[in-house]
């Protein structure tokens, strides 16, 4: 009886493969788990070709921001809403009203008034174009408003920031009487590029080739539907199995 269960189950093993096949399909689609262990195992596994493409990817992303991003250029210029001085003393009402104006000024400067002067004194195409390039910041809790240009060009860049402060310090003189506005800090002229920043973009790159090289360890975990235990063998094949080979290879690196 237990010779022709036990050539019964030999005889058909398609239908054990299926039922193990379709229940494997079955927990895929249900619910996915990766094995933490395993997973550790196929990094160590894969660790050359992971370092491989971290750098690739750090040295590809360096070379393309080297040879394939412009340059930029950057140049700034300094503004102070000057206090009233009466009898030596610093007017306290003057320092509370330049705070407050602060806002309004910063506001000001990108108007297309301002702007469009700007934009035809630097041959720029429109007032937006200034503004695209234009980065107006205000110091926390200070009268000090710095103006930054950023172009591909040096000379531009402290061409759009000069234009700027004096075509706006001449408007607020003529329109609103206001001449307390004081320039600090000139645009200069700077030939150092302040982008791309070739070793931000190396780290974003070699960031990338290990999450490629990562995501395929996962991928291939998921999609592996080989044997690897003995239970997974007996229930694929319906038969029990009487002996196991030993890991030669393993052996010997112990």
């Given at each position: 009886m237990m010779d022709s269960n036990y050539r019964l189950k030999r005889n058909n093993p398609n239908r054990n493969q299926q039922e193990y096949m379709s229940s494997v399909d079955e927990n895929l689609n249900d619910e996915v788990t990766i094995d933490l262990g395993e997973l550790f195992e196929q990094i160590k596994k894969h660790i050359v070709a992971l370092i491989l493409l971290v750098v690739i990817g750090g040295i590809g992303a360096g070379l393309f921001s080297w040879f394939f991003i412009p340059a930029t250029y950057a140049s700034s210029g300094t503004l102070f809403l000057t206090p009233s001085?009466?009898?030596?003393e610093v007017?306290?009402?003057s320092i509370n009203s330049n705070q407050k104006l602060v806002t309004n000024v910063m506001?000001?400067?990108t108007q297309d008034n301002i702007m469009s002067v700007v934009a035809q004194?630097?041959?720029l195409q429109s007032a937006q174009d200034v503004r695209d390039v234009l980065t107006v910041?205000?110091?926390n809790n200070t009268e000090i408003i710095t103006i930054t240009?950023?172009?591909g060009d040096a000379k531009l860049s402290k061409e759009i920031v000069e234009?700027?402060?004096n075509i706006f310090i001449d408007t607020m003189q003529e329109s609103l009487n206001i001449k307390n506005?004081?320039?600090t800090n000139p645009p200069k002229l700077d030939y150092n590029p302040v982008g791309p920043s070739i070793l931000k973009n190396s780290v974003i790159g070699a960031l990338i080739g290990l999450l490629i090289g990562m995501g395929w360890i996962v991928i291939r975990m998921m999609t592996d539907k080989r044997l690897k235990t003995r239970e997974e063998a007996e229930k694929f094949l319906g038969i029990p199995v009487y002996a196991e080979l030993p890991d030669l290879e393993d052996k010997k690196s112990r």
């Open positions: 001085v009466s009898e030596g007017d306290i009402n506001n000001l400067l004194e630097t041959g910041n205000n110091v240009a950023t172009t234009d700027t402060i506005i004081t320039i």
